[in-house]
């Protein structure tokens, strides 16, 4: 099982940019897909982007495509999320995961970060 910390949330205005992160356990961080999904209250969970264990792949939701941009550091076990332009309707816990094992889905999560942008 991987353990996951994600870091970074805050109180930001529109217009303004947050730079999440998220640490994982173990040594076999770049084997692995990782990828961040946000909850804001009352709606289901979102996808945000992903990326692959090498980080030559990424894919981002096209709600926040243009504005956020997801990469790693393998040498520190860390996955970013840069996320520029904020919006109040960014607004929620985000969360990273890891596709640590064979099979659909992500199978490891964070416990998350909240991020709130006020207008």
């Known amino acids: 099982q991987v353990q996951l910390v994600e870091s970074g949330g805050g109180l930001v205005q529109a217009g303004e940019s947050l730079r999440l992160s998220c640490v994982a356990s173990?040594?076999?961080?770049?084997?692995?897909?990782m990828g961040w999904f946000r909850q804001a209250p009352g709606k289901e969970r979102e996808f945000v982007a992903s990326i692959t264990g090498s980080g030559a792949g990424t894919y981002v939701a096209n709600s926040v495509k243009g504005r956020f941009t997801i990469s790693r550091d393998n040498a520190k076990n860390t996955v970013y999320l840069q996320m520029n332009s904020l919006k109040p309707e960014d607004t929620a816990n985000y969360y990273c995961?890891?596709?640590?094992?064979?099979?659909?889905?992500?199978?490891?999560w964070g416990q998350g970060t909240q991020v709130t942008v006020s207008s």
């Open positions: 995961a890891a596709d640590s094992r064979v099979g659909p889905g992500y199978d490891d």
């Open positions: 173990g040594r076999t961080f770049s084997r692995y897909a």
